[in-house]
């Protein structure tokens, strides 16, 4: 069982994160740090659904361009999260999320710009960056969340998905208001960008703890290793997850999230767009209809 001895290198796990039933007021830090994290990810997930509208007006798009522009979002995420697993292992959940909390703030400075000059292009590179950091802050919260849910012993993981919930309505509200007032696009997402990236990074020292790299003590000086010692652990790691393919459950419980996620993620991209068309007041009304779809 590892101390807390914070001199034996940053990445030491604190006693109390230890894997059975730990009090539950020494986890009230990563709790709470977590639940702010889904709440902020859903503010700003759902603060760029809301602008999609005000997004096809400003660049006089096409409903089949603005499709193929969002196509680039569900691109990004879906190639981030099939690596996701393997990058936080290697680097660590803290520089996972770091690397995240940076690639979402140039996402949003991206989806500002694109509109605001004119350019598809800008626009579909903050789309494309903005799948690629939420796929890869996704990974390392998540687990964060079920370490948290192992070590009090009863379920609460909701609560956390709930908060993203109660974020994406928040967010979707912000949206509707910012276009009910004509705020820029640019100064919208600009700001959005720069109290995300510093409530994340003011957050992640109390969150990281089951992903957190372990260090040893002093500079590290593997001995040589030869083919036969490398290879077997990696053949091993690797036929174990190919393993869970062959599980019939697995390719099921793939289904099902398949179709939900098809189904959310298409009613999360285009319900603001159509609502404000049929609307007498197209912008903010959008906004209101995308954020009354975050209340279930």
């Known amino acids: 069982m590892p101390r807390n001895d914070s001199k034996r290198g940053r990445g030491m796990r604190f006693e109390s994160f230890r894997p059975h039933h730990a009090p539950p007021d020494a986890l009230w830090p990563a709790r709470l740090g977590l639940l702010g994290l889904f709440l902020l990810m859903g503010l700003t997930f759902s603060s760029w659904l809301a602008r999609i509208p005000t997004v096809k007006a400003e660049l006089g798009i096409s409903t089949a361009e603005l499709g193929v522009v969002l196509l680039a979002g569900s691109v990004g995420a879906l190639a981030t ?37 004119g350019s598809v292009a800008l626009l579909t590179v903050g789309v494309l960056l903005n799948g690629v950091a939420f796929a890869l802050a996704n990974v390392p919260q998540n687990v964060e969340t079920a370490g948290i849910e192992r070590r009090l012993g009863r379920t609460v993981i909701p609560q956390f998905h709930a908060a993203f919930s109660v974020g994406a309505v928040v967010g979707s509200l912000l949206g509707a208001a910012c276009a009910a007032g004509g705020v820029p696009l640019l100064v919208q997402f600009g700001v959005t960008a720069a109290i995300a990236t510093v409530w994340r990074f003011l957050t992640f020292p109390v969150v990281v ?28 790691r690797l036929a174990a997850s190919l393993g869970a393919w062959r599980e019939p459950r697995t390719l099921l419980v793939g289904l099902v999230i398949l179709a939900a996620a098809l189904s959310e993620g298409s009613a999360n991209d285009w319900l603001s ?13 959008g906004a209101w209809c995308s954020g009354r779809s975050w209340r279930r």
């Open 81 to 117: 999260v099939a690596v996701a697993g393997a990058v936080v292992e290697r680097v660590g959940g803290r520089a996972a999320l770091s690397t995240a909390a940076v690639v979402a703030a140039l996402a949003y400075v991206f989806l500002g710009l694109g509109p605001t000059v």
């Open 209 to 236: 703890h089951d992903t957190a790299r372990k260090s040893t003590r002093g500079p590290a000086v593997p001995a040589p290793a030869t083919p036969d010692d490398a290879r077997p652990p990696r053949r091993a």
């Open 273 to 285: 767009s159509p609502s404000s068309t049929a609307s007498v007041a197209p912008r903010p009304s």
